[in-house]
């Protein structure tokens, strides 16, 4: 039972352009969200994370959005270049049970230039 | 930078060999995972470790076993591989339980 879902599985986007990923979550015990980049055959960096008392959070190009009642996130990327196309997971960590960190099934981005 | 070494890149095996996937980590984290990663499935937990000789199975432990002797290595074994288990091998540590993993570059690994 997937806990964090990325329903897209891509999304292509113009060089220049916003780029918004998706993120739904169903635990409502989840207080802190992380996204992670992924290149092929490296592995996932870290990129940015919001904590549940927060609905924005920004870094540089980089923003990502909470709605808590929608138990929804999403990663703005604007504008978007050619050298953020990669897969991006939306991750969250489980508290009650420990270390466990859930992960969403990613979405391949492409910035075409 | 934290660096989580992972020390093979590609791996192939025959179905039945005991493999072993070697993480090494040099921030001296507390916590280490190991997941894999296959196409639509995202990233899954197999096992992790919040000390030394300590470990927790994640979401798909069946086929797997870990050992953490060291604090800095944590090694993930497959006792007996079998094809199902061909994937992309993430080890990851944590300095403690709510910050962002850091992630080594993975092992491709190929069960014939």
């Known amino acids: 039972d997937q806990q964090v879902k990325q329903n897209s599985p891509s999304l292509s986007v113009q060089e220049g352009r916003i780029s918004i990923l998706n993120c739904d979550y169903t635990?409502?015990?989840?207080?802190?969200f992380l996204w992670y980049k992924k290149y092929p055959a490296e592995g996932p960096t870290f990129l940015i994370s919001i904590s549940s008392i927060k609905d924005k959070n920004e870094d540089g190009r980089f923003t990502v959005f909470l709605n808590k009642s929608a138990k929804h996130l999403s990663l703005h990327i604007v504008p978007s270049q050619p050298g953020d196309s990669a897969v991006y997971f939306c991750?969250?960590?489980?508290?009650?049970?420990?270390?466990?960190?859930?992960f969403g099934t990613g979405t391949s981005l492409t910035v075409i230039p | 930078d934290v660096k989580v070494t992972q020390s093979s890149r590609y791996l192939v095996k025959r179905t039945g060999e005991k493999v072993f996937l070697e993480c090494v980590q040099d921030m001296d984290h507390e916590n280490m995972f190991w997941y894999r990663q296959d196409p639509g499935l995202g990233l899954r937990l197999i096992y992790f470790s919040y000390d030394v000789k300590m470990k927790e199975k994640g979401d798909i432990p069946e086929g797997y076993s870990v050992s953490r002797e060291k604090k800095e290595r944590f090694s993930l074994i497959l006792e007996s591989a079998s094809t199902n288990q061909t994937s992309m091998y993430l080890c990851a540590s944590s300095f403690r339980y709510n910050s962002p993993l850091h992630f080594g570059n993975g092992t491709r690994l190929t069960v014939t």
């Open positions: 635990n409502s015990m989840f207080d802190y």
């Open positions: 991750a969250a960590p489980d508290f009650n049970t420990g270390n466990q960190f859930y």
